[in-house]
């Protein structure tokens, strides 16, 4: 039915104006309507992926933080984005003060993904920021041996030497 396409982009078009307007709640109205035409058997196309991620980001920025992580997991089980949908779970559950899960959520994506240089950062960062002094030297030497060049990581091995009073290193 060539009404359903229609229909779907206006709901699109209703989301994304909502979203720029940072009215939240009434984007994630509109992206889950959006989802919900895409997934019927009358729409006659695919769920696009794309509104999927999308849908997440906006259930984030609403502070709906379940709903935000049921589409970043539909997103990580379609493999869509590679590690960003990782990432954005891990901005999840670090607001919810889960560092946990959101650990967890990190070494998964690190896992997948190891030549993920962005990933391998926020992962330090992670336990840099938590205490976990070890595991941040670990990644740290994992990271420093893939991007040689990159002084902000002596920095931070610099910063956990200092931390530990072994000012020679």
């Known amino acids: 039915m060539i009404m359903y396409p229609m229909l779907s982009n206006d709901f699109l078009q209703w989301a994304i104006a909502e979203f720029e307007a940072s009215n939240f709640e009434k984007a994630l109205v509109a992206f889950e309507t959006l989802l919900e035409i895409q997934d019927s058997d009358i729409y006659g196309g695919v769920v696009d992926t794309a509104v999927i991620f999308n849908t997440g980001l906006?259930?984030?920025?609403?502070?709906?933080y379940d709903k935000a992580i049921e589409y970043y997991d539909k997103c990580i089980a379609m493999g869509?984005?590679?590690?960003?949908?990782?990432i954005r779970k891990y901005l999840v559950y670090n607001d919810l003060g889960d560092m946990e899960?959101?650990?967890k959520v990190l070494t998964e994506a690190f896992n997948k993904f190891p030549e993920d240089q962005g990933?391998?950062?926020q992962l330090i960062d992670f336990y840099l920021i938590n205490q976990k002094d070890q595991e941040?030297?670990?990644y740290i030497s994992m990271a420093k041996s893939k991007d040689e060049n990159n002084?902000?990581?002596f920095w931070a091995e610099g910063v956990l030497y200092m931390k530990q009073s072994k000012y020679d290193e």
């Open 58 to 64: 906006t259930a984030y920025n609403a502070k709906q």
């Open 80 to 86: 869509y984005e590679a590690s960003s949908p990782y």
């Open 101 to 103: 899960n959101a650990e």
């Open 119 to 121: 990933v391998l950062l």
């Open 136 to 138: 941040a030297f670990e």
């Open 151 to 153: 002084f902000s990581l």
